[in-house]
């Protein structure tokens, strides 16, 4: 590509928003705003759609570091609260009912509460919070594996171990104890994977009390055969993902199962885990 190529920014380069990138660089923070207020008020006008941050005291949040069962839950939440047939709900529409903060900039209220899915730490406006707890052990054995497909093999393990590389948003017992502190004094369910692999009708029936929702035996019974580890699998392979920047030969659903670290993580990678979260491992029950 040559430098006067590259100097023309077009509409199939980003149109508008890549004009941004040859402002003097005092304003283009400036000119982002612009844009971003500027579409959000069109969006506004011309659809039902709403800003992400539009939120209220009565909606929920399912927070909790990655891969802590997030996906998992909601779908239960498609099928629980909105009667949907986890099976066979593509991953748009789950995300249409369960929107994710940290990939859609606006949503449609169907209904309040609202459920919403997040890996923010502690903010004072998640009134009503969700919050999934897995050993840190094997979530950052499974984060390992999903930044090795997202970014390649430039991950370093250590890395992400030591100094955080590539966590969102911190380190896994920054982020449990965070939360576990409660600075907002948020009305808040922990759910743990562990317990919702091994008896997923009893940590519904615990979501249901939390929220509210009265829900028959037999339905929460089908909802969990219906997200089972098989049934994911199956409904990931024929649908795929929302989010297309995942690739489809790889699996999102990888394992599903307690205790993955065991055989999956090094003994050094594990000492150093252990030097820093040892102390919340124990606080949660899983030494």
Same mark, same amino acid.
């Given at each position: ?6 100097a023309?920014p ?54 909790? &570091?990655?891969k ?12 629980v ?11 748009? /529409?789950?995300?249409e ?12 209220r ?46 370093? &393990? ?30 808040m /369910?922990?759910?743990?994977y ?8 009893n ?6 009390a ?6 028959k ?11 089972? &580890? ?5 409904k ?15 699996? &999102? ?33 899983? /030494?």
């Open positions: 590509m040559t430098t006067d190529r590259a023309k077009s509409a199939s380069r980003g149109g508008v928003r890549a004009v941004v990138r040859y402002l003097p660089r005092p304003l283009r923070a400036w000119a982002r705003r612009r844009l971003d207020l500027s579409l959000a008020a069109i969006v506004r006008r011309l659809t039902p759609l709403v800003p992400i941050d539009a939120v209220t005291e009565r909606d929920v949040f399912i927070a909790g &570091f990655p802590s069962g997030h996906t998992w839950f909601q779908n239960i939440v498609c099928g609260i909105y009667g949907v047939d986890p099976e066979y709900a593509p991953d748009t /529409l789950v995300q009912l369960v929107p994710d903060v940290h990939y859609k900039r606006f949503y449609k169907f209904a309040t509460p609202m459920y919403f899915k997040t890996h923010h730490l502690p903010r004072p406006e998640y009134h009503r919070v969700i919050y999934l707890l897995r050993d840190g052990r094997d979530a950052m054995v499974s984060y390992y594996h999903y930044n090795r497909v997202m970014i390649g093999d430039a991950v370093d &393990f250590r890395r992400m171990v030591t100094e955080g590389e590539h966590l969102l948003p911190c380190k896994w017992h920054t982020h449990v104890e965070a939360w576990l502190s409660n600075p907002h004094r948020a009305d /369910l922990v759910v743990r562990e317990d919702l692999l091994a008896d997923p009708v940590e519904m029936r615990r979501f249901c939390f929220v509210g929702a009265d829900r035996t037999s339905l929460l019974e089908a909802v969990a055969a219906k997200t089972s &580890f098989e049934v994911m699998r199956e990931e392979r024929r649908f795929g993902w929302d989010d297309d920047r995942w690739p489809r030969r790889a699996s &999102f659903i990888r394992r599903g199962v307690a205790g993955s670290h065991k055989s999956e993580m090094p003994d050094d990678m594990l000492a150093l885990f252990m030097d820093q979260a040892r102390e919340t491992l124990e606080k949660c029950g899983y /030494l």
